[in-house]
């Protein structure tokens, strides 16, 4: 078959129809590969294993849902994208900036996320702190939740790292990272075809 034939089939198709499809997976993998090293890699690195701030996209760690088809929505209106209407949106307050708690609180929830992942004793008064403002989205035990794009505290996976005074400034000014939307610059079947190969590179769900 033509390649065109193939792009035409992958535009048409839905993420996991196209997984189905051996022959036609298996190209769609392959330009894929093509796609990331030419728009992705400098920020996800080349072996998509990421950098501060950008997410290693080869762990099964997600902040915004790891099926094909998420991984799809994600990459074709990216995160916090100021010119898609379809973009990943929610943000994390900034609790000292925005005066929501103040400097001890905030050392306190700091000592408390760090003991999640056994880096810091038990803090109670952080502990507390945490039950209201922060399990709503990180979840009751910092277990992370993809509706809000919210990772994992629990893991000692960082995505900013996680040494105390890291830990500290996010809590305190808030990151709000900015992943660019693709819809405006790669075709449908190029987004179909780097998401399945985001898919497959070990920890798609
Ligand atoms: C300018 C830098 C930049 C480029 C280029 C870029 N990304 Fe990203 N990407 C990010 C950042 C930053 C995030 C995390 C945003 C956040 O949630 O805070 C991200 C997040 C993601 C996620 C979500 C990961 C998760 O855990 O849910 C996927 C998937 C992704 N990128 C794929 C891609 C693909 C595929 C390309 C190329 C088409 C690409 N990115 C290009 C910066 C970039
Ligand atoms: C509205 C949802 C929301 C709330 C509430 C929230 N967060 Fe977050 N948090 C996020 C998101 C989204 C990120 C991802 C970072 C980014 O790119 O902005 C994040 C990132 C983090 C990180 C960085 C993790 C890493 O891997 O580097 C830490 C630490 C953190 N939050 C702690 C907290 C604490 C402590 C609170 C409560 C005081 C809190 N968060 C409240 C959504 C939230």
Not at 82 to 90: V, W
Not at 120 to 146: K, L, P
Request: aromatic content about 6%; some cysteine; proline content about 2%.
């Amino acid at each position: 078959m033509s390649q065109k034939v193939h792009t035409d089939r992958i535009a048409a198709l839905e993420m996991a129809q196209i997984a189905a499809d051996q022959d036609l997976a298996q190209f769609a993998r392959a330009g894929g590969a093509a796609v990331f090293h030419n728009y992705c890699s400098q920020c996800h690195g080349a072996g998509a294993t990421g950098a501060k701030g950008y997410p290693n996209l080869q762990d099964d760690d997600w902040l915004w849902g790891g099926t094909a088809e998420d991984i799809r929505q994600t990459i074709a209106h990216g995160i916090r994208f100021a010119d898609d209407e379809d973009t990943r949106l929610s943000e994390m307050p900034a609790f000292g900036r925005d005066e929501i708690l103040g400097r001890g609180e905030i050392a306190a929830v700091a000592d408390h996320v760090l003991s999640l992942s056994g880096q810091a004793g038990a803090n109670e008064a952080g502990r507390a702190i945490f039950a209201d403002n922060c399990a709503a989205c990180h979840g009751e035990n910092g277990e992370g939740t993809q509706e809000p794009g919210a990772p994992n505290l629990a893991d000692a996976i960082w995505f900013y790292d996680g040494d105390r005074d890291t830990v500290i400034a996010t809590i305190t000014n808030s990151r709000a990272g900015v992943m660019p939307a693709w819809a405006h610059r790669l075709s449908e079947a190029q987004i179909k075809q780097v998401a399945l190969f985001v898919h497959d590179l070990g920890g798609g769900e």
